[in-house]
């Protein structure tokens, strides 16, 4: 079966592991994820900031593509892509002006006979089924599932009904045999936008995040959108800096630990580009200190 | 004194205390220089005067503290709409430092479009040159990003940090972490290109160029 793929900016920059873990899961599942042809950025939090009308056609654009090559349906990976081009067939559809003016803007016609999913929604409709007897002991972790912003609101458009205590990636995680925590942080935001621009707020924002997982006992952080994940990764310095405390709890994407349950290696999972080290390898859970502190040796290595 | 107060109400000029301000607001109307609240309205089709300041915005957002103004108090000078105020709320640090996480808008009672509000009045104050001096690094990463997009079509992660970094002169931020992302296959030297870039150049030109920012 067919399906529309939305890659985004960062599965191709920042995140190759989501995209890796994802194409092979839909693999396991028999689905094939067809790229949109000559796909443009969505416009992020920079367009919607400065301009509304750039942040619908950027988005319609790669819609209006999809709709041509006849896909029926688009799963977008990045939760804030997902919300932006959620947000443009929501406007296309309910603002007759935004109808009439984005035609000569995108230069394509579009009529809005799409349907987006996130991972979530991808995951549950074709791969759940997919994922019987998948139990496996190695996962006898504690999982927090971090959903963040943008999977989950603005609630009238992402039409999600526990849009502050989301329990969706729990439900899938629990058919690989993974218990998650119960926890106070999984909608909060991380930080995102201001990744560059105000690092110490993204510290203050992820660090809440990591340590409310740690303090419930949580062993890592399950995510389902990019931005979060490099924030609660990549991010360790300005994070540990707010905490005062040195943190090792891994921050990994879901479709990382569904393709470990598929059978696929940590290495077909890409799990050496995450910056805190974790492995299922061997029943051996590590992410302890010393391969943090083996993580940091590299870094200085590098450096030199 | 009943007479008098029948009086100022026959003829509000002749109330001392009020009079100047109703002038003001006489020559307001005449310069059909409308207030903030209603370009909010038509441009975003928000009311701000929905808000009864339940606060509960302010207490969700994870970001108030950091904010010059709470973002209820936003709405509360919106819907008093003096010249004054509306000054005020675009020259905030609030409306930059506001992150869309879409808190605000999923709590509010009122169904309140908040970051939608916050949007219009991010371009709003650009265009008015009143933007918050503090926010200058978010407004540059703004301007950065759009800039990568606008060339290639798609992100380029090294050129947009590259141009922010000339517009933010800030060199030195961050470099610690460029390595690492390099050894983990994080950051690449060849931006990826969209093929119908000009396509892209023209959506720009007919947005950007061409409204208020808003609907």
């Given at each position: 079966m067919k399906i529309g793929y939305f890659p985004g900016c960062s599965l191709h920059g920042t995140a190759p592991e989501y995209e890796a873990s994802l194409k092979l899961v839909a693999k396991a599942a028999d689905i094939e994820l067809v790229e949109i042809e000559d796909w443009n950025c969505c416009g992020a939090t920079a367009a919607h900031s400065m301009n509304r009308m750039l942040s619908i056609a950027l988005p319609a654009r790669n819609l209006a593509i999809a709709e041509k090559m006849g896909l029926e349906e688009v799963v977008v990976p990045c939760a804030a892509c997902y919300s932006r081009l959620l947000f443009a067939l929501n406007e296309f559809k309910l603002d007759e002006k935004v109808r009439m003016n984005l035609q000569p803007i995108i230069e394509t016609e579009f009529k809005g006979n799409i349907k987006i999913l996130n991972v979530l929604d991808f995951l549950e409709k074709y791969v759940m089924d997919a994922l019987k007897n998948k139990v496996d002991d190695k996962f006898k972790k504690k999982a927090a599932c971090y959903y963040g912003c943008l999977l989950v609101r603005p609630p009238k458009l992402t039409n999600s009904e526990r849009w502050d205590d989301p329990l969706r990636m729990e439900a899938i995680l629990k058919k690989i045999g993974i218990d998650s925590i119960d926890w106070s942080f999984k909608t909060e935001c991380c930080g995102a936008g201001l990744s560059i621009a105000r690092t110490d707020i993204v510290g203050k924002l992820s660090g809440k995040i990591i340590e409310d997982a740690k303090d419930r006992g949580a062993d890592m952080i399950v995510t389902a959108c990019p931005m979060c994940q490099s924030n609660l990764d990549m991010r360790r310095g300005a994070i540990n800096n707010y905490l005062k405390k040195d943190n090792n709890i891994p921050a990994i994407f879901i479709t990382q630990l569904i393709g470990l349950a598929f059978g696929y290696s940590e290495k077909d999972m890409q799990f050496?580009?995450?910056?805190?080290p974790i492995s299922f390898s061997n029943n051996n859970f590590s992410n302890n200190n010393d391969n943090l502190k083996m993580q940091k040796s590299k870094v200085k290595e590098v450096k030199v | 004194m009943q007479n008098n107060m029948t009086e100022i109400a026959e003829n509000p000029s002749k109330d001392t205390y009020y009079s100047n301000d109703l002038q003001k607001w006489g020559a307001e109307i005449k310069n059909k220089d409308i207030s903030l609240k209603e370009l909010v309205f038509n441009e975003t089709g928000e009311k701000v005067s929905l808000c009864y300041q339940c606060g509960k915005c302010t207490a969700g957002c994870p970001l108030s503290d950091e904010m010059d103004i709470a973002p209820n108090t936003i709405l509360r000078l919106l819907q008093i709409g003096s010249k004054e105020y509306d000054r005020k709320v675009l020259s905030s640090y609030t409306i930059w430092v506001c992150l869309s996480c879409e808190t605000c808008m999923a709590r509010c009672p009122k169904e309140v479009d908040l970051p939608a509000i916050t949007d219009f009045l991010r371009s709003e104050s650009i265009r008015r040159h009143l933007a918050n001096r503090k926010a200058n690094n978010i407004i540059n990463f703004h301007k950065a990003f759009l800039h990568s997009i606008r060339g290639s079509g798609r992100l380029y992660e090294f050129g947009l940090v590259i141009g922010y970094k000339l517009r933010a002169k800030n060199l030195f931020q961050d470099v610690l972490l460029a390595p690492s992302m390099i050894t983990h296959g994080k950051l690449k030297f060849i931006p990826a290109k969209v093929k119908n870039s000009s396509q892209i150049k023209e959506i720009f030109q007919k947005t950007i160029n061409n409204n208020r920012g808003g609907k």
């Open positions: 050496d580009k995450l910056f805190v | -």
